[in-house]
T-cell receptor, first 114, second 111 residues
Framework: KAGVTQTPRYLIKTRGQQVTLSCSPI?????VSWYQQTPGQGLQFLFE???????NKGNFPGRFSGRQFSNSRSEMNVSTLELGDSALYLC?????????????FGPGTRLTVL | GNSVTQMEGPVTLSEEAFLTINCTYT??????LFWYVQYPGEGLQLLLK?????DKGSNKGFEATYRKETTSFHLEKGSVQVSDSAVYFC??????????FGTGTRLQVFP
């Protein structure tokens, strides 16, 4: 079974631009979560989508948004990029709807904002 | 609130040494506990998990036991290899699909 895939793997943007990251979950997984990883703040939860609905949200500004499609694929968008948005963005999928909340991660998208 | 505390790194060991990475947690309710490993330039890989008190998770020679009385989930391995060099994250989840992570512990193993 294929793992979680994320595209693109690397991105370079400039301040003020916007960016869209994509995540395809493991087949059969209906929940997709997004995390930001930085050296200073560590791993922080952004949001979680299940059945095309945002079910959980972390403490990030409204510039960070996401959506989920009917095939469970998810996208994350960051508008008006700031230097501090440079990070590794990780997507994780889980079955959800069961007692097993184990999340499986993709390789991440490395975003650099210049 | 819910939180995870990990020992500071880096942990530096010689090959075949015994490894312990401490992890304690604070949680309301009954969390599931996880260890993830991150190799350079990669995402997180699930190493092991435990979903209730006294459960022992194990994988690739690593073990961790869910200790409710001490709110701990320490990671251990009897004999580390150079290939185990990575960053290890302890995490918890309480009734949701949101993971709360510790700060990570870098392990360096030298031949």
């Amino acid at each position: 079974k294929a793992g979680v895939t994320q595209t693109p793997r690397y991105l370079i943007k400039t301040r003020g631009q916007q960016v869209t990251l994509s995540c395809s979950p493991i087949s059969g997984h209906r929940s997709v979560s997004w995390y930001q990883q930085t050296p200073g703040q560590g791993l922080q939860f952004l949001f979680e989508y299940f059945s095309e609905t945002q079910r959980n949200k972390g403490n990030f500004p409204g510039r960070f948004s996401g959506r989920q499609f009917s095939n469970s694929r998810s996208e994350m968008n960051v508008s008006t990029l700031e230097l501090g948005d440079s990070a590794l963005y990780l997507c994780a999928s889980s079955l959800s709807g069961t007692s097993d909340v184990t999340q499986y991660f993709g390789p991440g998208t490395r975003l650099t904002v210049l | 609130g819910n939180s995870v505390t990990q020992m500071e790194g880096p942990v530096t060991l010689s090959e075949e040494a015994f490894l312990t990475i401490n992890c304690t947690y604070t949680a309301t309710g009954y969390p599931s506990l996880f260890w993830y490993v991150q190799y350079p330039g990669e995402g997180l890989q699930l190493l092991l998990k435990a979903t209730k008190a006294d459960d022992k998770g194990s994988n690739k020679g690593f073990e961790a036991t869910y200790r409710k009385e001490t709110t701990s989930f320490h990671l251990e391995k009897g004999s580390v290899q150079v290939s185990d060099s990575a960053v290890y994250f302890c995490a918890l989840s309480v009734n949701t699909d949101k993971l709360i992570f510790g700060t990570g512990t870098r392990l360096q193993v030298f031949p």
